[in-house]
């Protein structure tokens, strides 16, 4: 279980990492490696090429513009666990991010590479979901913006082209009276959760979310639900009515799959309704 | 040197003398080991189940570089595993894949190169002409008279079957009640922190092949390596340096060994093979994975009139070395009724060969899964009789009144109070108060329930008991030798192998108890055949019984001489002086241990005659043969949440009686390390195959473990009551923890889904098979 040879750089800015991605026949942008690494021990990726960009700086950067934050690709789950952001949005990405893996594995991996691997299990991809984030990909010709219902295709790709990297994140804030949700079924502490209920309640921005992940694909949002939640609070949430939306949203699921995804639904708008 | 270390013998709370290098990284495990000319090796491994070898594609540029079962040619034997029991067919398990393949992962070849991952290319180069077979995976299919062969010689896929009937239908005639419940335990991997490891070279200047591996049973390694290499095993050394765990995955003879001696013979240059978590979850031996369909007898209050059993064990392709592929089957069957007594008791069990990696010995082995069914089966028990589980097998004990007591199938069962354990048990949880708040209900939805099982341990069974099982290799009387320095130090030299079992500290308190030397200055050799007297190794929870009582035994000769010294130095009679408090005491003065020692070494002159030298080794067997008889109680406390399955253990008490506890620090050890492994059992291990035999799960990302936030804090209550027939009444204590768990956590689950109309009698409780019990039972209820 020893990886392949490959070669390796470690380009100094975006520029440069796009450039080496459009330069090498089969190159794999590595950032906390947490996945990558694993798969290249069990040589399920073998690429000729690794591109380190874990350290470039405008990638490790979190910012404040306006009413939007801005994640680097790069930063850490860690460092956004350990943020100290007591806002709504803040407490919600800090609470996101204290659920993956092990803190050993946070201290390594990185947002942008939970959501450029697009493991249908992982956090992240739901949680941008939720906030309806804007994802910001480099390519030779500059940046582009994708907003994240179009950027995830299905299990494990992305909207991510070959020369092109996932720079950062932009989440616009929410309303400091608004209220969200988030919970996960998972066997046991550190795996990849078996379902995820999403929820944010934002009346000063008209606007409530409510999303289902851990699915086949993609995660989905449940617009029907979230309009009656938001009218009629925790009384829209019986498991029934839970139940029957997650079923027409996401087809496929068997019995158990179905009950325990409307589970986490139904608990994360009790979460989000504060009861 | 040679002052009183007060509180430190037997029954000390002493930290371990194995931790310093343990925690600061310092520990040689093979994969630590750098020798000049070191080459790494890989094995190329079986990708189907069941398949003939057309070709193996060597390129011609590798040559020297990669080898198959044909550059043995005569030199290497498959690994062969006899067992006496009537009936009992021979599985060769081929070092390197021969015709056939039977398994995932069977070594087919194997690649040298001065580093693993350039082994690991070699072995992409080499190409694999497979035809395959139909594939054998489930044990209760393949009894079937039409299934496909995994070893076609044999006319069917029975290793062994065995039948057992004492006074069953006499017994049985009389029962008001009759409940018959059907288990499935599922397949696990071992999974210790160190993966298997071997590192091999030719000793030029002893003229020795060296294994160095890591193992439990370094002594029989040499044997099966001599045997399938077909060498003096003088010419054979075996070196088991730290050893990280075993759990009994590292009590057999592996092909890879045998591969590695062989290219260490032919190449003369070492190589090392370190198996990785992939090996080991995909093409390492396995354990459990047993079908029991139990029928209990009983009257109307819920006591056993007469047990019925059927025991399937999935045994997998190939035989373990030595314990053989009856070792599941006819531990169950004398073990089946455990803690209870059994008037008529009737048994059939069936060792069934598939295409799968072959089981071992696990932690407990057939014993965590019949203490499962045996449990559960009588929580139904008392349901059916409309009674207290608790109570029901509370009466079903054996009485402390009939110890030593033998049971319906002949084990003698030496000490303790059983009754008590469980009673203790229901005590320390807090069955009332449970039972209150289950008629409360949870404020959460969520259903709590309490489980309890009581074991019993067979511990450092002894030769009869061993060959009674039809294994070839027995234990014989323990040995330990023992060696005063000049300074008063003492070198304990022993054959078992402490991988874990922090036998270097434990071992050290029994010397001392006798000799008065501190554990400081006390060291332990153990795990290598150039240096230690032979032993069947550490296994069978017998290392404190027996390596405990040779070394009880060979201090106390070794006091005697000591004493002789003391009197001749004092001027005393040899029946004046008595060794205690690190010196020999004499009617007006003493002279410590140490200027006695350094007579020894240095002045003969002022030796008696005759005395002997300050080494000496003496051979150890417990009063009876038939083992020291340990158990204990496992209750449990959890909530179940039946929305979504989860389930959370709230409260967790081990009553346990190991007879005189060395140091409580370590059986605590033992007890909370093994009881870690049950609750994986119970709750998140499992092996699963797909109909083509492929494991499904190759990744400790899908094989799941129970980490530190899955284990909760144990409650560990210690009964002592010594064995009367062992060295200061010792009972082994290794394997009580991953017996109670799996069935004490089941029947709590299921204690709380009651209200449902819901049973789970299956392994692990996942949230899945949860729900699943729900729905069908509501389902059930519609009907």
Redesign the interface.
């Known amino acids: 279980m020893k990886p392949a040879a490959f070669h390796y750089v470690r380009p100094a800015d975006t520029g440069a990492a796009v450039a080496a991605l459009a330069a090498a026949g089969e190159a794999r942008l590595l950032a906390g490696g947490q996945t990558l690494g694993p798969m290249l021990n069990l040589r399920l990726a073998r690429p000729s090429l690794l591109v380190d960009i874990a350290r470039i700086e405008a990638l490790r950067r979190i910012e404040r513009r306006a009413s939007t934050l801005v994640i680097g690709a790069c930063v850490t789950h860690a460092a956004l666990e350990d943020r100290a952001d007591s806002s709504p949005t803040g407490r919600l990405l800090a609470h996101v991010a204290s659920g993956i893996a092990y803190r050993a594995i946070r201290n390594f991996g990185t947002i942008g590479g939970s959501l450029a691997h697009a493991d249908p299990a992982a956090d992240w991809i739901t949680a941008m979901m939720l906030l309806d984030a804007r994802l910001r990909i480099a390519g030779a010709s500059g940046e582009r913006s994708v907003p994240m219902v179009e950027f995830m295709k299905g299990a494990f790709t992305t909207d991510i082209g070959p020369a092109e990297l996932l720079a950062g994140i932009e989440v616009e804030e929410l309303s400091p009276q608004s209220s969200w949700g988030y919970y996960r079924v998972c066997r046991k502490v550190g795996e990849f959760p078996d379902a995820v209920g999403a929820v944010i309640l934002d009346p000063e921005r008209s606007m409530a979310r409510v999303v289902v992940g851990a699915l086949d694909g993609a995660p989905v949002q449940l617009p029907a639900l979230a309009e009656s939640v938001a009218a009629q609070g925790a009384g829209a949430a019986g498991l029934e009515a839970v139940s029957a939306a997650v079923a027409q949203a996401a087809p496929g699921l068997d019995p158990v799959e179905l009950q325990t995804h409307a589970v986490a639904v139904r608990r994360a708008i009790l979460q989000a309704v504060g009861k | 040197m040679t002052s009183q270390a007060p509180g430190k013998g037997i029954g000390a709370r002493l930290l371990r003398k194995e931790d310093a290098r343990h925690l600061h990284g310092r520990a040689g495990f093979v994969g630590d080991i750098s020798m000049p000319g070191l080459m790494e090796v890989a094995f190329l491994r079986s990708p189907l189940a069941h398949a003939r070898i057309r070709r193996i594609g060597i390129p011609p540029e590798l040559a020297g570089q990669v080898f198959t079962a044909a550059d043995f040619g005569t030199a290497v034997k498959p690994i062969r595993t006899p067992n006496s029991t009537p009936g009992y067919k021979l599985s060769d398990f081929p070092a390197l894949a021969t015709g056939k393949v039977r398994m995932v992962g069977e070594p087919v070849a194997m690649c040298i190169s001065p ?3 350039e082994a ?2 070699l072995c ?1 180069q080499v190409t694999l002409e497979l035809e395959e077979l139909p594939v054998v995976v489930d044990a209760l299919r393949a009894r079937q008279p039409d299934s496909a062969l995994v070893h076609e010689e044999f006319g069917d896929n029975l290793f062994v079957t065995t039948v057992t009937d004492v006074r069953f239908e006499e017994c049985a005639a009389g029962a008001e009640v009759v409940v018959r419940r059907e288990f499935d335990l599922a397949r696990v991997a071992m999974v210790p922190m160190e993966g298997k490891g071997a590192l091999a070279w030719w000793d030029e200047g002893a003229d020795q092949l060296v294994v160095c591996t890591s193992t439990q049973i370094p002594h029989p390694v040499r044997g099966g390596l001599a045997t399938c290499l077909g060498m003096d095993e003088s010419r054979i050394r075996v070196i088991a340096p730290d050893v990280g765990g075993g759990f009994g995955f590292k009590s057999m003879l592996q092909p890879e060994e045998v591969c590695l001696a062989w290219l260490a013979l032919t190449r003369r240059h070492p190589v090392r093979w370190t198996e ?4 080991h979850l995909l093409a390492a031996a396995k354990a459990r994975e047993h079908h029991t369909v139990v029928t209990v007898h009983a009257d109307r209050r819920g006591r056993i009139l007469a047990l019925d059993v059927e025991f399937t064990a999935d045994i997998g392709a190939y035989s373990a070395w030595p314990v053989s592929a009856a070792l599941e089957i006819v531990q169950a069957r004398s073990n089946f009724p455990g803690a209870y007594v059994i008037p008529g008791y009737r048994c059939r069990t069936y060792a069934v060969a598939t295409n799968k990696p072959p089981v071992k010995p696990y932690r407990g082995v057939a014993r965590p899964g019949i203490c499962l069914a045996m449990e559960l089966t009588l929580d139904a028990v008392a349901h059916a009789v409309g009674r207290e589980p608790a109570e029901v097998k509370l009466e079903n004990l054996v009485p402390a009144a009939a110890m030593p007591y033998k049971s319906v199938t002949g084990m003698l069962y030496d000490s303790g109070d059983y009754p008590r354990c469980l009673g203790t048990a229901i005590e320390k949880i807090g069955l009332s108060q449970w039972r209150a708040r289950q008629r409360a209900g949870e404020p959460d939805g969520r259903l709590v329930g309490v489980g309890f099982l009581t074991y019993i341990e067979t511990t450092a069974l002894g030769a009869a008991r061993w060959a009674a099982m039809g294994i070839a290799v027995v234990p014989g009387p323990e040995r330990a030798t023992l060696r005063l320095g000049a300074d008063a130090s003492l070198e304990i030299r022993v054959g078992v192998k402490s991988h874990g079992q922090s036998l270097e500290t434990t071992l050290a308190q029994i010397a001392h108890e006798i000799l008065g030397i501190d554990p400081a200055d006390i060291s332990v050799v153990h795990g290598d055949t150039g240096i230690t007297p032979y032993s069947i190794g550490t296994i069978n929870s017998r290392s404190i019984t027996m390596a405990g009582g040779a070394v009880s035994r060979t201090s106390q000769a070794l006091a005697e001489r000591i004493q002789r010294i003391g009197a001749h130095l004092l001027g005393c009679a040899p029946g004046e002086a008595r060794l205690a408090g690190g010196a020999v005491q004499g009617p007006g003065a003493a002279v410590p241990i140490r200027e006695i020692a350094q007579a020894w070494h240095a002045r003969p002159q002022d030796l008696p005659p005759d005395i002997g030298g300050p080494e000496l080794t003496e051979g150890y067997t417990s009063q009876v043969d038939s083992g020291a008889v340990g158990y204990g109680t496992h209750a449990v406390a959890v909530a179940v949440d039946p ?4 389930v959370e253990i709230l409260d967790y008490v081990v009553v346990e009686d190991c007879g005189t506890v060395v140091n409580p620090m370590v059986v605590d050890g033992q007890i909370v390390g093994g009881t870690a492994q049950g609750i994986g059992m119970a709750l ?1 291990e499992e092996m699963p195959y797909d109909i083509f035999g492929q494991p499904l799960a190759s ?1 400790l ?1 899908d094989y ?1 473990l ?2 530190a ?2 284990v909760p804090r144990i409650r560990i209550y210690h009964m002592e009551i010594p064995s009367p027939y062992t060295a200061h009444g010792i009972k082994g204590c290794g394997e009580g923890g991953a017996l109670g768990a799996p069935g004490a956590i089941v029947g709590a689950i299921n204690d709380a889904l009651r209200p449902l109309g819901a049973e789970l009698n299956a392994t692990p409780a ?3 098979r949860i ?2 019990a729900i ?1 069908h039972s509501r389902e059930g209820a519609k009907r």
């Open positions: 580093t693993r991952a690991e290319d992409q990785d978590v992939r090996e929305e979504t399955g989860a998140y990744t990302g799941l129970p980490g936030a899955e996942t949230p899945r729900l699943d729905r």
